[in-house]
């Protein structure tokens, strides 16, 4: 069974992903580091955005594995290179190139393939498994993201100031939301949380009541 959860950079998706990964018992599938590992090997490649060709080409000579939570491209560990803010614009910029996006959605179809997972991002619920049977979808307001942004920033020991952390989810939920080719968008049936004012803890147990209910 897949289980969805999409939202904006900063709703905490991906620690209440992974959290209730836990508790089910299942396993856990972060889509945005998947974005951001090829926003790396563009980057590294010194491929304009603009060049679908190139870009294109370099997919097809691209090994991408996610064993254990652990980010590898072409068998090196880029896990921690890929959380860098560079790589953050780099990776909502890339998403919008439809060739990355119709690459990406097969990969992770095939991860997901016979798997119980959660699968988190942009545009799980909506686009790669509409058929899930428990979709939801995680906001909060700009504030609260930033907030949170900035508190991830630091304990990495990244400098950064809240005007600017704001300022640069700004432009990526305006890039996200507005992509032609799977924007950032709750499925018609997810089930919509605000974490504003929630711990992770509160999100999580509503996750999981919810998904229980769901299998009965
Ligand atoms: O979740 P994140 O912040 O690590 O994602 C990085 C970027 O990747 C985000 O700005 C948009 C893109 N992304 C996407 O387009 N679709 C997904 N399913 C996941 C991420």
């Known amino acids: 069974m897949i289980v969805t959860i999409d939202g904006p950079a900063g709703s905490g998706k991906s620690t209440a992903a992974r959290g209730l990964a836990q508790r089910l018992g299942f396993d856990f599938l972060n889509t945005g580091a998947m974005y951001r590992a090829v926003a790396l090997a563009v980057t590294r490649a010194n491929i304009p955005i603009g060049d679908a060709a190139r870009i294109v080409e370099l997919l097809g000579r691209t090994l ?46 095939q991860i997901a393939q016979g798997r119980n997972m959660v699968c988190e991002g942009r545009d799980q619920g909506s686009v790669v498994f509409p058929d899930s049977p428990c979709k ?19 304990l990495k020991g990244c ?7 704001l300022e640069e989810l700004k432009i990526r939920d305006e ?30 147990d509503r996750l999981e009541a ?4 769901r299998l009965g």
């Open 64 to 109: 991408l594995e996610m064993p254990n939570e652990r980010v590898l491209l072409n068998q090196e560990d880029v896990t921690e290179l890929i959380r860098q803010p560079a790589i953050s614009d780099a990776a909502s910029r890339v998403a919008v190139v439809p060739h990355v996006r119709a690459t990406l959605v097969g990969w992770q179809r």
């Open 136 to 154: 939801f979808y995680l906001h909060a307001g700009l504030e609260t993201r930033a907030a949170r942004r900035m508190a991830e920033l630091g």
């Open 159 to 165: 400098a950064s100031t809240p005007s600017r952390v």
């Open 175 to 204: 890039r996200d939301q507005t992509r032609d080719v799977g924007p950032l968008i709750a499925a018609d049936d997810a089930l919509w949380i605000e974490t504003d004012g929630l711990n992770i803890d509160q999100v999580v």
């Open 210 to 213: 919810h998904v229980r209910c």
